[in-house]
């Protein structure tokens, strides 16, 4: 049942706000599949992967030397010989334990690949940028599907994230919970729009000409907007848009995070929102892979629950995704977290759906991970040790380079 605001219904609502915003348009006229584990996402990746008959162009922030990323590579390299080209672009930091026998491999077989950003100074390009990181994941197919989110080239995303199927997969590591999206129509053509961007800005060598943006036709009715952002914008349009449909909200603010580390305007939004009755409900990690930023995302508990926020931390799996759903209709997913690093300092990529469908399935993977939560509660945090303080504090003061 629709529910009005005035004579303008939320989600016609949303979508005025999101035009309002400038940027890249929104589109009508795409299909857009929510993958939600590094399972699913890297067998409907290989299948696309598969039957790419033109280029693929793959930038993540991780690419492994592992049993995910040979595979990929292997994959990549058999549609290279098949007259298919490959683009490649990792990041300098997230690869950096990657040898580099791995990318020497995918250049020997014929693939393009670009280093984003070297920490050697001698290799840089342009400026030795060394905060700048690229921490987007996507991949493109043939310029007409995309895959976004979370989800790097790493073998620690390749078991399930549910309870009950949670594995090993390599010493002392559990099992990471993200989110990543398939992405199919006319939208892809403003995805495929930034990593040629990237590679350009980086000084990549010359592409093959290859039908970058060929003519894309409707394959559903997904309302999207892809959404990039750079140190070199005057400001972060994802943060922009989640900002501005957070303090619309009317109902719901639903956010599941990684890395929490918010800065005050975001800090302020969620407890206005909270203030003026939306139920605001964040999910957020129980243990992380930085110590730091967990302490550092913890030491606002206490301003949060105070001001009416509910918190949950996910148990069982390392929480990786970053997704957010608003009043039933507006939903986002991509590699952008609620810290300062991504907003500010690094290179990312979201994706904004409007529609009730697909925010309907969101709100299911939702409820499913705060089924596996537990809630913090307010009296309770408020006699945590003097140990977890200490640890929040001295987290705190290195927020803003979080």
């Not at 595979?71 to 334990?97: C, K, T």
Request: charged share 20%; net charge neutral; proline share 3%.
């Amino acid at each position: 049942m629709k529910r009005k605001s005035g004579d303008i219904d939320i989600l016609d609502k949303q979508i005025a706000l999101e035009q309002a915003i400038i940027g890249s348009p929104l589109i009508l006229g795409n299909k857009v599949t929510l993958l939600q584990d590094g399972a699913s996402t890297y067998a409907a990746m290989f299948a696309a992967i598969r039957k790419a008959r033109d280029h693929i162009n793959l930038e993540s922030y991780i690419i492994e030397d592992d049993e995910i990323g040979r595979q990929f590579a292997d994959l990549l390299l058999e549609r290279q010989r098949q007259g298919v080209q490959v683009n490649v672009i990792y990041d300098s930091v997230g690869a950096v334990n990657t040898p580099a026998a791995f990318f020497d491999r995918l250049r020997a077989g014929g693939i393009a690949v670009l280093e984003f950003n070297p920490l050697n100074p001698l290799a840089a390009k342009k400026d030795w940028l060394i905060y700048n990181r690229d921490h987007r994941k996507i991949l493109l197919i043939d310029g007409s599907t995309a895959f976004i989110g979370g989800i790097n080239i790493s073998s620690v995303y390749s078991s399930g994230s549910a309870t009950k199927r949670i594995k090993t997969t390599a010493v002392n590591t559990v099992a990471w919970r993200d989110t990543d999206l398939q992405i199919d129509g006319p939208v892809v053509a403003e995805l495929q729009k930034l990593f040629m961007e990237t590679w350009q800005k980086q000084h990549g060598p010359a592409l093959a000409p290859k039908a970058y943006f060929p003519p894309l036709k409707a394959q559903g009715k997904d309302l999207v907007r892809a959404i990039g952002s750079t140190p070199d914008d005057p400001f972060s349009l994802i943060y922009l848009t989640l900002i501005s449909a957070i303090g619309n909200a009317e109902r719901q603010v639903e956010l599941t995070n990684a890395y929490f580390v918010p800065d005050p305007q975001l800090l302020k939004s969620l407890i206005d929102a909270a203030g003026r009755g939306v139920d605001v409900r964040l999910i957020l990690p129980s243990h992380s892979d930085s110590d730091v930023v967990f302490h550092a995302g913890r030491s606002h508990y206490a301003a949060l629950l105070k001001g009416g926020v509910k918190i949950y931390e996910r148990q069982g799996a390392l929480l990786h995704s970053k997704t957010a759903v608003i009043d039933g209709v507006w939903s986002c997913v991509g590699s952008t977290n609620l810290d300062w690093r991504s907003f500010l300092d690094n290179d990312e990529v979201n994706a904004v759906i409007l529609g009730r469908e697909f925010a309907g399935q969101m709100q299911t993977m939702f409820n499913q991970d705060i089924a596996e939560s537990v809630r913090i509660d307010a009296d309770a945090w408020a006699h945590r040790s003097i140990l977890l303080r200490l640890k929040e504090w001295g987290a705190s003061l290195f927020q803003r380079w979080l």
